[in-house]
T-cell receptor, first 112, second 114 residues
Framework: DAKTTQPPSMDCAEGRAANLPCNHSTISGNEYVYWYRQIHSQGPQYIIHGLKNNETNEMASLIITEDRKSSTLILPHATLRDTAVYYCIVRVGENAGNMLTFGGGTRLMVKP | KAGVTQTPRYLIKTRGQQVTLSCSPISGHRSVSWYQQTPGQGLQFLFEYFSETQRNKGNFPGRFSGRQFSNSRSEMNVSTLELGDSALYLC?????????????FGPGTRLLVL
């Protein structure tokens, strides 16, 4: 699986949009971009994933650049409960088995 | 649907002992993966089971083993515990059918080895 690079930490004001970047310059054509977050000492929580197109769900939006070498997770209106470590993961598609390779992630601090 | 459950939630053992952790996947999910999380190494993949067979394995010594039952519940065992095995052990389940479906994590079992 391709390696990802994320900033180690970011701050965001409560109520504002949080934009979390991820670089995956060696991503292959069949690799998906996944985002998980982990609130202190809990199990990682799935947020969103995508292959080429931008994706949106009730939690967040995922913007993937046209060359697929980077992506941005957007939390439109961050709350204090969004304070967590956010992991960007790329993984191979079908029949690859379920092995997620976690990097260091971005520690997002949402401040009042 | 109930989420992934793990038991026990907390465990204290001493060096040299062995430990068994249990994971019940989301109903209908056939794949169960195990991960170890430590402050120094982060989240690392241990192994994955699908239909009672180990499908993937991470880079861990043979002291770490697992199995899956016909009802998809899984156990992992660590023998001859070392201090460095103190960690949060996480289990994740997915449908397992295509290999790229979303994994859902349980709350974890926190193991302390003294």
């Amino acid at each position: 699986d391709a390696k990802t690079t994320q900033p180690p930490s970011m701050d965001c004001a409560e109520g504002r949009a949080a934009n979390l970047p991820c670089n995956h310059s060696t991503i292959s054509g069949n690799e998906y971009v996944y985002w998980y977050r982990q609130i202190h000492s809990q199990g990682p929580q799935y947020i969103i994933h995508g292959l080429k197109n931008n994706e949106t769900n009730e939690m967040a939006s995922l913007i993937i650049t046209e060359d697929r070498k980077s992506s941005t997770l957007i939390l439109p209106h961050a709350t204090l409960r969004d304070t967590a470590v956010y992991y960007c993961i790329v993984r191979v598609g079908e029949n690859a088995g379920n092995m997620l390779t976690f990097g260091g992630g971005t520690r997002l601090m949402v401040k009042p | 649907k109930a989420g992934v459950t793990q038991t026990p939630r907390y465990l204290i053992k001493t060096r040299g002992q062995q430990v068994t952790l249990s994971c019940s996947p989301i109903s209908g999910h056939r794949s169960v993966s195990w991960y170890q999380q430590t402050p120094g190494q982060g989240l690392q993949f241990l192994f994955e089971y699908f239909s009672e067979t180990q499908r993937n394995k991470g880079n861990f010594p043979g002291r770490f083993s697992g199995r899956q039952f016909s009802n998809s519940r899984s156990e992992m065992n660590v023998s001859t515990l070392e201090l460095g095995d103190s960690a949060l052990y996480l289990c994740a389940s997915s449908s397992g059918t295509s290999g790229q479906e979303t994994q859902y994590f349980g709350p974890g079992t926190r193991l302390l080895v003294l």
